[in-house]
């Protein structure tokens, strides 16, 4: 599978063992979802999960005795996830161009198992989060997606029920007022039949610079975004309209930058999608495509490298590999850990 949901640091295996030898392991997924519906980073959920894990094992080798581990433990991740959004805030109202979440990948032809990653925390459903302060993120996303009671979430975020439900309403109206289609609702099989359908015709026109198949995939609509995070070249501003978008397609197809590229069909956070590869083999960029009313509504490419070495070696743009790891984006830490830790 694509997503590695661990990732240990160095001497802390034997204590997160411990915790999870305990019975808290089963709780790892849920925790992911929660982490990465926070932070929109595959990276960082991961670490902040392994953080949370390491806490509970250095609460109980201290004599702690810890009730109930599930609580502990999505306290932990939602508090780390609220104290991450604050230090990433900045960054983000800085970013070049559009930002999109790191895109979690499953091979269509890969393990029959999906990831195990909430349907609903689609690329378009993050996107509109970004409009939300960080306790109205863990507040909306503790109750929409992941179904808490209020008397959970108050104690998870350590604010009073009346003060949680007056910020689920503040935050589901922001969100509301910017979605365009789609959603963040768990598309029934036939959907997401069709919708991976839609992709593998839209994906074989563009491959082949089938000009009438290409525009029968795509809705009038239909935007392109592009996020490259000024580390490689991207569209600085969404591509909208049919035409355009037709036009933008049609000029990558004659890119000398895109010779040689392979493609490989995914479900990019539980949407169709596909991967696209370099000579080499290495990732180059992930598309997600959001497809309703039998057509293509949105189109969402992320090529910036620090966005895709979850999947394996980046590629620069002129073939070879390079040593990114040097200059990798990656958000502060938070020095100081949640409440109640």
Known sequence: MDVRLTRPAAGSADTTGEAEASGAAGYRPLLFSITYGM????????DIVQDAFLGLARARNAGTVIDDPKAYLTTAVTRLGINYLKSARVRRETYVGDWLPE???????????????ADSLTMAFLVLLEALSPVERAVFMLREVFGYGYPEI???VGKSEVN?????????QH????????GHHQESPERQAAGAELARQFFEAAAGGDLDAL???????????????????????PVAGRVRVLRFLLGLRRSPRTNGLHLRPAWVNSRPGAVFYGRDGRPLGVVELEVADGAIQTI?????PDKLRHLGPVLDRSGSPQALAARRFRQT??????EGR
């Open 164 to 172: 949680c439900r007056q910020i689920f309403v503040r935050a589901r």
């Open 215 to 237: 525009i029968a995939t795509l809705a009038p609509d239909v935007v392109f975004h592009g996020d490259g995070g000024g580390k490689v070249p991207a569209i600085a501003v």
């Open 103 to 117: 895109p979690v990948v499953v091979p269509v032809d890969g393990p029959a198992e999906r990831v195990e990653l």
């Open 333 to 338: 830490r938070p020095d100081t850990a949640p």
């Open 39 to 46: 932070t929109g980073s595959v990276g960082d959920a991961e």
């Open 300 to 304: 969402r490419s992320v090529v910036n």
């Open 154 to 156: 108050a104690r998870t």
């Open 175 to 182: 969100v509301e007022s910017g979605r365009r289609s789609g």
